[in-house]
């Protein structure tokens, strides 16, 4: 089955600076790759998505990133705000009897300070 | 409703109770998905369902049942609590189709087993 592993686990920036954060999958047949952003106490978000076909994919500060040959993905965030504190989880889509389903990275927390 | 529910937001259980969690959705999305969430752990897969009449085991099915018998309802039963099965659960629901991947969670059921 699938796996996806992520780092860092905990990420510190400055307000302004980039993030970036990394994962990896194994199951080459993977085609779908969300991030959630998940602020505390609340649900996970979708907040930007890639296709297999698709190398990269930007929304405002956001992008996010494919290397399919090498399986790995990241986000990026720039002109990170306070309001970018969240932990973040990557995850990569598996089809299993035909049935699609995601598994999700450990996640990383990220903290933006002022 | 708007969206999918959870119910009950929080819960206290007895070692050895039964517990039903509720999920109801209402935007008639075929795919649901049972996840509990634990620190470090992420978020693994339970059981779920690609359409009514049908389920499926996740990574960490055991102690867990879970039945669909309309398109809206996805209750989670844990026949008899163990405190390993305290954690935060969330449902998902996702619309079926090739192009439309994206999960909607609910806003979790935060479970404690004493």
């Known amino acids: 089955g699938e796996n996806v592993e992520q780092h860092p686990s905990t990420l510190s920036v400055q307000e302004g600076d980039s993030a970036v954060i990394k994962c990896t999958y194994s199951?080459?047949?993977?085609?779908?790759f969300p991030w959630y952003k998940q602020e505390l106490g609340k649900r996970p978000q979708l907040i930007i998505d890639i296709r297999s076909n698709v190398g990269e994919k930007k929304d405002q500060r956001i992008a996010v990133t494919l290397n399919k040959t090498a399986k790995h993905f990241s986000l990026h965030i720039t002109e990170t705000q306070p309001e970018d504190s969240a932990v973040y989880f990557c995850a990569a889509s598996m089809v299993d009897t035909g049935f699609q389903k995601l598994v999700f990275g450990t996640g990383t927390r990220l903290l933006v300070s002022p | 409703i708007a969206g999918i529910t959870q119910a009950p937001t929080s819960q206290i259980l007895a070692a050895g109770r039964r517990m039903t969690l509720r999920c109801t959705q209402d935007m008639r999305h075929n795919a649901m998905y049972w996840y509990r969430q634990d620190l470090g752990l992420g978020l693994r897969l339970i059981h779920y369902s690609n359409t009514a009449g049908t389920t499926g085991k996740g990574e960490v099915p055991d102690g867990y049942s879970v039945s669909r018998a309309n398109t809206d309802d996805f209750p989670l039963t844990l026949a008899s609590a163990v405190p390993s099965q305290t954690s935060v659960y969330f449902c998902?629901?996702?619309?079926?189709?090739?192009?439309?991947?994206?999960?909607?969670f609910g806003s979790g059921t935060r479970l404690t087993v004493v």
């Open positions: 199951d080459s047949a993977s085609n779908y």
């Open positions: 998902a629901s996702r619309p079926t189709g090739k192009s439309r991947y994206g999960y909607t």
